[in-house]
């Protein structure tokens, strides 16, 4: 799974605020996610690195989960009632 890390973040930033209060420390949170993610992304394909099990797991979730969320990471971090 080598396109987990890059899908996640481009939805990420595609993502579009509307009415939501913009929250600094939210949005400074997921910019670095977003940074963090599009660079393990764009590692793994330049060096061709091997990928484990678990990073795959771990990248095919988080992507999951910020689709489900439609990019808003303030979203995921809400408890849900």
Do not use: K
């Amino acid at each position: 799974m080598r396109r987990g890390h890059l899908v996640g973040a481009t939805r990420m930033i595609f993502y579009r605020r509307g009415d939501s209060r913009f929250r600094l420390g939210i949005s400074l949170l997921a910019s670095l996610l977003g940074a963090s993610m599009a660079i393990s992304g764009l590692e793994i394909i330049l060096y061709q690195q091997t990928v484990s099990v678990w990073r795959a797991i771990g990248a095919c979730a988080l992507c999951v989960l910020i689709f489900r969320s439609r990019g808003n990471i303030a979203a995921l971090l809400r408890p849900s009632p």
